[in-house]
């Protein structure tokens, strides 16, 4: 239930890149210099499973027609007919020599990433839906990177790198929740069609509307509590993200917040007034340090409106807990709240809890 951060650190992006990724999609064979014979087999991503591990001469299948259909991108004009002799290892030895590779023939992890960023930027973004498999954490490629820069039209702010990692997840779970679907945080065919259909709204500014604020933080139902989630430990911004394990001291063992994506009380706060409102409150700082935020004025509890949050703590500004009030439920009469209340439990709609201080939220 406590959320104060001993310590705001802000950890490194610099994720490496996946030895072996899914959903990593072929090239369209149109977009080679020379076109597919008839025979080839169809096209498989070089980092889908279904590929060798390391691919190498002798080799016939879709996994070659893919790597023939890559370094003809890069310039080569190879005949792609899915079969790996002495021309498409000449032509790849070439490749990995002028990529600071071992020219060994041999399509391993590294080649094939290098293989997959070169063939990227040489044909453009990938279509999601037809050349991608399911994406989440650990991606790389043109997948990732043609996701990145479409998430960015919903005002994501990635760096885009063509890495899947905790600022993706980020974006991606505030995409799903903004748009009703399942928040997972992999982009599967729901996600996708979604990213295509969807016409980008910026942020809402002006005078705060509580009913969008309420609405922002009905869209987390469900999100798991994370100790620190919500808080850019990792640079991500707001919303569901990974937490922090300094500091915790909860039941469940070992601490969860490392591997669970999710939102703490204030993190949730956080993420209903920066989507329903356009305000990050405190850039992500603790309950405490939102108190001191300047949007927030102090009001009795007398004063509340829906919208409205209390803090719970030894004084004002020095706080361990918050909620965000809800209003009057029109089936039962009570008075309610949305809250993240500690590790084990998720986000949920439940009765006000009173006895804290109150603070009115304006932009």
């Known amino acids: 239930m406590r959320t104060v951060l001993p310590t705001r650190r802000r950890l490194s992006l610099g994720l490496a890149l996946a030895a072996v990724l899914t959903g990593v999609g072929a090239y369209a064979a149109s977009a080679a210099p020379t076109a597919a014979p008839t025979a080839a087999p169809t096209p498989i991503a070089l980092t889908s499973p279904a ?18 259909l890559e370094l003809n991108l890069t310039g080569a004009a190879l005949t792609v007919d899915g079969k790996f002799g002495p021309a498409t290892n000449t032509v790849l030895r070439n490749f990995q020599a002028s990529h600071a590779l071992t020219a060994d023939g041999i399509v391993g992890p590294a080649t094939k990433s290098a293989l997959d960023s070169a063939a990227a930027s040489a044909s453009g973004t990938v279509d999601l839906r037809t050349q991608c498999g399911d994406l989440r954490t650990g991606a790389a490629g043109p997948c990732a990177t043609t996701l990145q820069t479409m998430l960015n039209k919903f005002g994501a702010g990635l760096t885009v790198d063509g890495k899947f990692g905790a600022a993706s997840d980020t974006a991606v779970r505030n995409f799903q929740a903004s748009h009703g679907l399942t928040i997972d945080g992999v982009v599967g065919a729901g996600t996708k069609t979604a990213l295509y259909a969807s016409a980008p709204t910026p942020l809402p500014s002006g005078p705060v509307d509580p009913a969008k604020v309420l609405n922002a933080a009905k869209s987390y139902l469900g999100v798991p509590y994370v100790w620190g989630g919500g808080h850019s430990l990792r640079g991500e911004g707001p919303g569901p993200s990974l937490g922090t394990c300094d500091g915790y001291h909860g039941s469940i063992q070992p601490c969860p917040a490392n591997s669970t994506a999710g939102l703490d009380c204030s993190g949730l706060v956080r ?33 509340r409106q829906p919208g409205d949050v209390e803090y719970f703590g030894t004084d004002a500004h020095t706080t361990t807990h918050v909620v965000l009030y809800a209003g009057t439920d029109p089936g039962t009469g009570a008075d309610m709240m949305y809250e993240a209340k500690e590790t084990g439990t998720n986000v949920h709609y439940v009765t006000l809890h009173t006895g804290g201080y109150w603070y009115h939220v304006t932009a």
């Open 51 to 68: 590929c060798p591990a390391n691919l190498q001469q002798g080799e016939a299948d879709g996994c070659v027609t893919q790597l023939q």
């Open 271 to 303: 993420a209903a007034y920066r989507f329903g409102a356009g305000i990050d409150l405190a850039n992500g700082g603790d309950t405490s340090e939102q108190t001191r935020d300047k949007h927030l004025t102090p009001i009795a509890e007398s004063q």
